[in-house]
């Protein structure tokens, strides 16, 4: 186990490194089990993180991945908090992947409601054809 002055507590850590807005956000998310630490699941917010530390965690929809360069001393601005951690998280897909796959739902007029049994079913042999 790391002493204090080799570690410091992770919802401080998350906050100094601006990843949650407020300290008790950071520590919600630990104690709801959304923070991962070198792979295990981490439920307390006093569980010790120490340079080289591995983080995984969630923020709005993305999933993060951050290793631990440096311990804070205060929450200062960005490019201080950025200095903390390196990113380790996948680039995302591209977009263009996406519109592929909405470019499949059939368009309708609008104001012509939910289509009816019989049109769904149209709609669904159309696009079984196209396949």
């Known amino acids: 186990m790391p002493s204090q002055k080799d570690a410091q507590r992770i919802d401080i850590w998350l906050w100094y490194a601006r990843f949650y807005k407020t300290r008790s956000l ?5 104690r709801g089990g ?29 999933i993060l991945i951050a290793r631990v360069r440096e311990l804070g001393s205060r929450r200062g601005p960005a490019t201080e908090a950025q200095q903390l951690y390196e ?5 995302k897909e ?3 992947q996406a ?3 909405n470019a499949r739902i059939a368009s309708r007029e609008k104001g012509s409601g939910r289509p009816t049994k019989r049109e769904r079913r149209a709609i669904d042999n159309l696009m079984q054809k196209e396949l």
């Open 34 to 62: 959304k923070v991962r630490l070198n792979g295990n699941i981490c439920k307390k917010s006093s569980t010790l993180v120490s340079v080289s530390d591995v983080l995984t965690f969630a923020r709005a929809d993305e």
């Open 99 to 101: 519109r592929t796959n």
């Open 94 to 96: 591209p977009k263009m």
């Open 87 to 91: 990113d380790l998280t996948p680039p």
């Open 26 to 30: 950071a520590t919600k998310m630990v």
